[in-house]
């Protein structure tokens, strides 16, 4: 178990500065105290299984930079392992919750499911004291909290933060894998009320993920800054070498011959003047990037046979490029899977022809760099003329709210989460089956060729996460739980 340290950042007054974000500023200002003094003595421990990369790791240090300032004691522990086991087993479970995989469970699994938190124990019970609260996420340390409770007195809470809206073979057996975990808790939280177990019900809060609007993936970049970020990850070309040369981590981009390669002077992909459609994930089946690269190639490949070449919509499908974005798999340590999806879609990608290539990028963004990673994320997300989300399933795509606050129109899948985030056709398109290959490539058409429409989306969408996503809205619930468990 390692202690993660959170860098310093933008202060409440900050927030208080924009007048969009006063209201929900203040009103935060007014309900937390009562929060804060009840868990005086306290101090409440996050814990996951990185730190870098996905929702959580996302969230977790704005959340704790506000809890501190409120007067909050929180701490923040990863737990640490390199058991290729563990991890199997772990991801197998994440799929499972989302209905995926064989819904094969066994006792034997539960071996290196419980020896690694066994092992990451010690740490926390070196720091972890009695009266406590512990937040554990998702399934990854799930076995915790019993661990712990068998030495010191303090309460645990269940955040999953994925789900599916229906119940299957597959989710009742890893439900039930993991049901004898839940004596251990004293709450749980979900993102959605139809992820919520009946047995659980009574002990449930819902607290949707949020963003935070003044970090470096969400902060206002100027367009200056957005093309100067994504020149020095050599995504767009620039005459002036000296731009290059004040790079410090260089995006590796997935070559034609299927190799990585640092693009210094990238003259075989220009984004400047291209309209891009963006989706940036973590590498996983579930995120549908098979899916977007064949629609993709589909609306290409039609377009080509069109014969009104003057047509305004011709050009810009003609003009259009895809970048997938993903973390470079160097830098991940808790998905065993991230690797072997890259390379599947790299396979995909190697199979097309020449010319499709030039119009596809598959990057690999530098995670072991949270603030570079963070920024070019921002800059491609607001670059970009669309931001898809094209998963099979989602708990709750953090993706969309950022794009979505970004004013940068989205098209996301009809997986419950993100039906819950978008409203279609008010702040964004769904596309029902992410599996449709040729009504997700009519989707990307329709909006390439609708910008006027697109920008009410943008704008409608900016006010949806004001008003729902972001974080004081969430940090509030958190408090108000946490000081009752
Ligand atoms: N992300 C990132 N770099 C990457 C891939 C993803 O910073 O290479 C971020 C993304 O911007 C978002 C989070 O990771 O903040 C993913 O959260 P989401 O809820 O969309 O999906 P999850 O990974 O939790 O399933």
Known sequence: MRKIEIKTGPKLEDYQAYSSLRGTVDSFLETVPQYVEKLKGKTIWMINSTATGGGVAEMVPSQ??????????????????????????????????????????????????????????????????????????????????????????????????????????????????????????????????????????????????????????????????????????????????????????????????????????????QLIYRPIITEISRWDRLKGFKQLMEAFVYMKETNARRTDKDALDYKRIHMSRLVLGGPDPLFVTDDPEGAEVLKELIEYYQSLDGEIQKDIALMLLPLDNPKENALIVNALQRYSVIVVQNSIQEGFGLTATEAMWKRTPVLVSGAAGLKFQVNHGETGSINPDPTDIPRLAAAMEYMLSHQKELDKWGFNAQTRVVERFTLFSQIESWLRLLSAV
């Not at 690694?116 to 799930?142: C, E, K, S, T, Y």
């Open 64 to 269: 704790m930079r506000i809890m501190r300032a409120m007067g909050v004691s929180i701490e923040w522990m990863v737990i640490e392992t390199d058991d290729v086991e563990f991890f199997n087993i772990t991801k197998r479970i994440h799929n499972a919750i989302h209905g995926s995989g064989d819904g094969k469970f066994s006792e034997s699994d539960r071996d290196p499911y419980e020896r690694v938190n066994r092992h990451n124990l010690q740490q926390a019970l070196d720091v972890i004291q009695d009266g406590d609260v512990v937040v554990i996420h998702d399934p990854q340390p799930m076995p915790l909290a019993g661990m712990l409770k068998k030495h010191r007195d303090v309460r645990c809470v269940w955040r999953c933060h994925i789900g599916l809206d229906e119940s299957n073979e597959v989710t009742r057996a890893v439900w039930s894998f993991l049901q004898p975990y839940f004596g251990d808790y004293d709450h749980f939280v979900f993102s959605l009320q139809e992820y919520v177990l009946p047995e659980i019900s009574g002990r449930t809060a819902l607290i949707p993920p949020a963003i935070d609007p003044l970090s470096h993936k969400n902060r206002m970049l100027q367009m200056h800054k957005c093309l100067s970020i994504l020149v020095q990850a050599g995504l767009i070309e620039s005459r002036e070498p000296r731009l290059y040369n004040a790079y410090k981590h260089q995006v590796r981009r997935v070559m034609p011959d299927g190799s990585f390669g640092q693009v210094n002077h990238p003259d075989d992909f």
